[in-house]
């Protein structure tokens, strides 16, 4: 790979006085300095397809400059996990010569290879909190590797982003505008004893791509309904079912022991806008966003779909009121002290499926395939739907040594496909 050129974006319009404070709401200060990563492939179909030309750089940069107007925060800089100065420094933006057809990429679609086509390592120094790497292919084709800092925007303010990026590159009108409350909506709060990085492991997690189609995960479905033996369930969604087979699975499969001083955490990553009251707009930006835990039992492991499920369950109106009141930062120090010295074992769930993936285009087509990188959380399971819906993909972290063992157990072989469309 070759940087052509490297250059600096800034807002279209200056950020006017008032807005140049942001302050972090406490759901922002919790994140882990990293970056909310994706890459979107979009093959040169035709002839009439070429997107190595300075047309397109130079549409890409201006929609990119005006859209950061509006989105003023991702153009400034953090200052001591506090507030962001919205000081219009601007973003980068790489142009970059990869010396390899779309096709090879999109045969191997290995989470540790979509690193090189984004401008930031996945936990980066945060100098910048937002930047675009134009990735352009022998065969024509591009990738387009958008990184957000997690410390200003969920997964969720993500794609907003990038929606409304791409609608500016249309020439769309009348667009809503981003609405940046989170602090109003969280007030930021004393965080003694905890620190964003403990989660980050630097060396020794590898991340693999496991497909599960919709034939595999109605036969969980069916096998949850026959274990529990009655019809006055509620029907269970695939990421509960998913989420409880998976870590199941990585338990048996690695052997990990149920010790007396030792608590199992499942943790479901979710989006809190529809939930609050009165509800908020998918246009709230920022880490709108709490963590459901589930502590499993030691009973069978369909049974732990069920506690999933009332675990969600209980994170309503009610709860996240308690959450805007500060109600639960006085545990957040311990909890985190808890899982470094071993005493709680996390797993963590996030589910991007639903989520307008393919929806956001710049005039040439949806992308053919579209991916996040690896990610440094032991234990970090990501859901997506496939290209295709018909199916789902688990990108699934762990240890080198635990992934040996968990890729080669026998009853996850059964249920997974070969490849995903």
């Not at 991340?207 to 109605?218: L, M, N």
Request: hydrophobic share 40%; aromatic share 12%.
């Amino acid at each position: 790979m070759e940087v052509i050129s490297r250059k600096i974006i800034k807002p279209s319009s200056p950020t006017l006085d008032h807005l140049r404070h942001y302050q972090l709401s406490f759901t922002d200060q919790l994140c882990p300095p990293v970056y909310n990563s994706f890459v979107f492939f979009y093959p040169a179909d035709d002839a009439d397809t070429k997107f190595d030309n300075l047309e397109i750089l130079e549409q890409l940069q201006q929609s990119l400059s005006s859209v950061l107007t509006h989105f003023y925060p991702l153009a400034g800089r953090l200052k001591d996990n506090i507030y962001v100065d919205c000081n219009d420094g601007g973003v980068p933006f790489l142009r970059v010569r990869v010396k390899c057809k779309l096709v090879h990429v999109l045969e191997s679609r290995e989470p540790g290879e979509l690193n090189k086509f984004l401008p930031f390592e996945f936990d980066g120094d945060h100098e910048f909190l937002s930047g675009v790497q134009f990735n352009i292919f022998e065969c024509g084709g591009i990738g387009i590797g958008l990184s957000i800092s997690h410390k200003i925007s969920d997964i969720f303010s993500f794609f907003v982003f990038f929606k409304s990026w791409a609608a500016t590159f249309r020439g769309e009108p009348d667009q809503e505008r981003p609405q940046f409350e989170s602090a109003t909506l969280f007030p930021a709060g004393s965080l003694l004893g905890y620190d964003p990085r403990n989660a980050i492991f630097k060396t020794n997690i590898v991340a693999k791509r496991f497909f599960f189609s919709k034939s595999s995960i109605e036969a969980l479905i069916a096998k949850y309904y026959k274990a529990r033996n009655t019809e006055k369930l509620q029907r269970p969604s695939p990421i509960d079912v998913l989420s409880a087979f998976l870590w199941s699975r990585i338990v048996a499969a690695t052997m990990v022991e149920w010790k007396a001083d030792t608590v199992h955490e499942l943790v479901h990553y979710m989006n809190l806008r529809s939930i609050m009251c009165p509800p908020r707009s998918e246009y709230s930006f920022g880490n709108i966003s709490w963590a459901a835990k589930t502590v499993p039992s030691m009973g069978e492991g369909c049974n732990l779909v069920s506690q999933i499920r009332e675990s969600i369950k209980k994170v309503d109106s009610e709860y996240v009121k308690t959450l805007q009141g500060g109600g639960m930062l006085g545990s957040v120090g311990e909890q985190v002290q808890r899982v470094a010295r071993g005493e709680v074992v996390r797993f963590t769930f996030t589910s991007l499926c639903g989520l307008p993936i393919y929806e956001a285009h710049f005039g040439w087509g949806k992308p053919i395939w579209a991916g996040s990188p690896s990610l440094t959380f032991k234990n970090q399971i990501v859901f997506t739907d496939t290209v295709s819906g018909e199916g789902i993909e688990a990108k699934v972290h762990l240890t080198e040594e635990d992934m040996v063992k968990f890729q080669d157990d026998r009853e996850l072989l059964e249920l997974v496909a070969p490849n995903a469309s």
